[in-house]
């Protein structure tokens, strides 16, 4: 994950960090309501595996959180440059200091078995004390170059893991070096370039009939059926947080 | 009422009625936003207390204009001025409802005109002989989607969804108003058959309407929603 992500210059740890943190950011608004109240919609888990040699570890300070407590408590706040109207018709730049949740911390390993496997038991336990929520949604942020274990049987598991709702779903968000076309929500295996994202590919779920229509919406693809799966490869930050961003929004409605 | 289970404070519809003017007004506050029970309010308020008409010879975007502007001033000088993230972020995309407005004026002593302006989804229905005679601006259920039009407080775009029309209403008529949820019930109600006068007649007698709707929601037979019905009967 230290490697430059897609054309960008900057790591695909920095990459994924930032997207986790503007993905938090974006929830936490979408949860603001009535007269600023931050409404407990969603709660978030973060896993990350691999910055010490074979381990998978929760990056966030309580577990699996309300999103009302990560508004609280962030990790810590950065100071970023801000581009606002001045009034005059023209453009200043502010600095404005945001939350963030996660750093990026990048490791030469990739355990995404230990990853999946801890997911599996925060999850199993979460779906015991919430046997009626909306199924969970485990978001899997990787290069896709698994090291170790094969995650792909403990994937299964994980998508058999239930609610009242139905299965819980299983994304994955398959960062690469290769500045091939990216691809979203592909429905088929041999329409995927190697081994690694057919691997990803067999491991996400199909996407819920209610998700297309947003789907196809949000990304501008009208190829996107009942056949796809919750599967982003070689993505770009922007289109990364549009993809973690899908998940959500039939929730929320 | 609220959504099942919040709390009364939590509920965004507004509605206003004022007999001796002829005034009804009704907005549905949109929960992806902020203050929305705030705007949804103000656009009702003055609505009611603005001295203007609502006629045939109106301008539609002129009136409606008119009482935006001034919801936004008063929306404007009512925020909060020391709002702390994320609200602070969140009231830069302002807030947004659906408005429906309607004046009745008396023709004779057994007729009356009205005329009703609205963007968005929220309903007034004429019901004579136990149906539904004439529904605006939603003409048939199928008109409902997920993303009704919707007067924002900080721009423009409702101006391009404005409707207008006119109606009357006679002795033994009824004028029902309604924000989406409810509206869509109703028109599923008069789709299949029932006796609508009948439907709200017994709504009226209930001495726990809360529960009634209630059970129509935790049935799936109402979307979760804020929920609002006003009845008017003319005899």
């Known amino acids: 994950m230290s490697d430059p992500f897609g054309n960008t210059g900057f790591s ?35 896993i990350g595996y691999g910055a010490q040699s074979d381990t998978a570890s929760s990056l966030l300070a309580g577990g699996i959180m309300k999103i009302s407590d990560l508004e609280k408590h962030p990790l810590d706040r950065v100071t970023v440059p801000k581009k606002i109207p001045d009034g005059a018709g023209g453009i200043v730049e502010i600095n404005e200091e945001i939350p963030i949740w996660v750093k ?94 057919q691997k990803m590919f067999r491991m996400s779920s ?48 | 009422m609220p959504k099942v289970g919040n709390e009364e404070n939590e509920q965004e519809d507004s509605f206003l009625i004022d007999t001796e003017k002829g005034k009804f007004a009704i907005s549905d506050g949109a929960s992806s936003g902020i203050y929305s029970k705030l705007w949804a309010d103000l656009l009702t308020k003055n609505f009611i207390d603005s001295e203007e008409i609502l006629s045939e010879d109106s301008e539609p975007q002129k009136f409606l204009e008119n009482i935006v502007g001034k919801s936004r001033a008063d929306w404007k000088a009512k925020i909060p001025t020391n709002l702390k993230w994320p609200a602070s972020e969140k009231i830069l995309e302002g807030s947004f409802a659906t408005f429906l407005a309607l004046q009745l004026r008396d023709v004779n002593k057994t007729s009356k005109n009205w005329n009703a302006i609205s963007v968005g989804d929220s309903c007034v229905f004429k019901i004579k002989d136990d149906k539904i005679v004439e529904s605006f601006p939603i003409r048939e259920v199928s008109e409902f989607n997920n993303s009704p039009s919707l007067i924002a407080s900080n721009f423009d ?12 209403l006679e ?65």
């Open chain 1, 12 to 46: 695909k740890a920095q990459g994924a960090a930032d997207a986790l943190n503007n993905f938090i950011r974006t929830l936490i608004l979408k949860c603001t309501k009535g007269e600023g109240e931050v409404r407990d919609y969603f709660e978030i888990a973060v």
């Open chain 2, 171 to 235: 002795r033994g008529e009824t004028l029902a108003f309604a924000t989406d949820s409810v509206a869509k019930w109703l028109f599923q109600e008069n789709d299949s058959g029932e006796n609508l006068s009948m439907t709200l007649e017994a709504i009226s007698q209930n001495h726990d309407k809360q529960k009634y709707f209630e059970n129509l929601v935790n049935n799936k037979i109402i979307h979760y929603d804020d929920l609002t019905l006003i009845v008017l009967s003319y005899s």
């Open chain 1, 104 to 197: 990026p911390e990048a490791g030469s390993n990739t355990p995404m078995a230990q990853a999946v496997n801890l997911a599996h038991q925060m999850i199993s336990d979460w779906s015991n004390n919430h046997p009626n929520s909306y199924p969970p949604i485990l978001v899997n942020i990787t290069d896709g170059e698994a090291t170790g274990d094969d995650p792909e049987p403990l994937a299964e598991q994980v998508k058999q893991l239930t609610t009242s709702d139905g299965n819980m779903l299983l994304w994955n968000c398959h960062i690469t070096n290769n500045p091939s076309n990216p691809v979203y929500f592909p429905n088929s295996e041999g329409s995927l370039p190697d081994q690694f994202a």
């Open chain 1, 206 to 253: 199909q996407i819920p009939s209610s998700m297309v229509s947003t789907a196809k919406e949000v990304l501008k693809l009208p190829g996107i059926d009942q056949n796809s799966r919750t599967m982003a490869y070689n993505a770009d930050l922007i289109s990364m947080i549009q993809f973690i961003d899908i998940g959500t929004r039939t929730t929320l409605r």
């Open chain 2, 157 to 168: 775009s409702y101006k391009e969804h404005i409707r207008f029309t006119s109606g009357t």
